[in-house]
């Protein structure tokens, strides 16, 4: 099955977090699957926190950064009953703002799952809820506005 990000354009497909054009990057993939959208990674031991066994708080938001601009894509193009890479303009969101809230430490060496819903999506903007967790225990959450891209003229 094709990621979400395995159907962004070349010219915006070299983020660091999620870029597939980016070889130096997380390569982050997403997919949607009903109402909601999820990823899985698990950070290298290298993006260790503060104290050791859990991971950087920097990198935990860069996963929700990357899978809540790829799920504002997806549902996006749901609204508008597409499907991605159906030849059309390409939808592409970019992250106007987001908070993230620590709900425990994370830990290293586990899979993380990200997952992803549709709180609004209004004109160019969708609000994005997003969690991150461990183990099945929720250790971030956060909410995202993303902005639709639209290239300057
Ligand atoms: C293109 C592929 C990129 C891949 C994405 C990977 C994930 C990322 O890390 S993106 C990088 C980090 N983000 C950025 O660099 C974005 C930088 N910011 C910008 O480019 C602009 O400020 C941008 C596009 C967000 C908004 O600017 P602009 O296109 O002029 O839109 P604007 O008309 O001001 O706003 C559109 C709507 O969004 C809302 N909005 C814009 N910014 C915000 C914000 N920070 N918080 C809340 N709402 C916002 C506006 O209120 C407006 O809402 P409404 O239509 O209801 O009035």
Redesign the pocket.
Known sequence: MQAIQDH?PAE?SH?Y???PANPHGFHLKSYIDGERTHARFTPASMYSGGYPGNVYGGMLA?LL??H??ASAAAFAYRAQSRVMGDGGPPI??????LKVDYRRPTPLGVELLIEGTLCSL????AVIDLTLSAGGEVCVTGVM?A????AKA
Request: hydrophobic fraction near 25%.
């Open positions: 962004y915006f983020c977090g999620c870029g860069s950064d990357c809540g601009t592409r969101f970019v992250t106007g703002s209004e004109g160019r903007k506005v902005v639709q891209f639209v």
